[in-house]
């Protein structure tokens, strides 16, 4: 899942939310409900929090 990605990513890198907010420009709570899988997800978030954590966008979803 997403949002399982996002914060292993996220943790892996040392980040808090709080430092992906700063990054990502999306607000702490927001971020917060899309790790917990409470918020929608769009793709300009998706491909704002990538840029932040420096990773593939391709990283952030589950491939099986």
Do not use: H, P, W
Request: net charge positive.
């Amino acid at each position: 899942m997403i949002v399982n990605n996002i914060a292993e990513i996220r943790k892996k890198k040392g980040l808090t939310i709080r430092q992906l907010e700063y990054k990502t420009g999306i607000s702490k709570s927001t971020l917060s409900r899309i790790e917990n899988n409470q918020a929608r997800l769009y793709l300009d978030s998706l491909e704002k929090i990538s840029k932040a954590l420096k990773c593939d966008l391709k990283d952030l979803f589950d491939i099986i």
